[in-house]
């Protein structure tokens, strides 16, 4: 069992920046991927952002530029750093780790983006 938990969401104003950990504990060997992923409401959840175990990254194109993902190996910790944020950025930001055939998410942090 890998259990996620997201940290760093809130309230911020247009233009502003933010940073969301998610720190992955349990059973975190062989993980082979972590991700970002956002839910508004009344949408679908989508992909912003993956990091494989070796570092490979690939981006939602539509907000690759504003969103940066980075991992830290020695924390177990991944990071998603938000600039230049707009109030259509306002969702629910998940975070995922994929180990084998299984997919983990945490419970989710609120981002608010005011005009």
């Known amino acids: 069992q890998v259990r996620l938990v997201e940290s760093g969401g809130g309230l911020v104003q247009a233009g502003g920046s933010l940073r969301l950990s998610c720190a992955a504990s349990?059973?975190?060997?062989?993980?082979?991927?972590m991700g970002w992923y956002r839910q508004a409401p009344g949408k679908q959840r989508e992909l912003i952002a993956r990091?494989?175990?070796?570092?490979?990254?690939n981006y939602a194109t539509s907000l690759k530029g504003r969103f940066t993902i980075s991992r830290d190996n020695a924390k177990n910790t991944v990071y998603l750093q938000m600039s230049n944020l707009k109030p259509e950025d306002t969702a629910v930001y998940y975070c995922?780790?994929?180990?084998?055939?299984?997919?983990?998410w945490g419970q989710g942090t609120q981002v608010t983006v005011s005009s």
């Open positions: 995922n780790a994929v180990r084998s055939v299984t997919t983990y």
């Open positions: 349990g059973s975190i060997f062989s993980i082979d991927a």
């Open positions: 990091i494989s175990s070796g570092g490979s990254t």
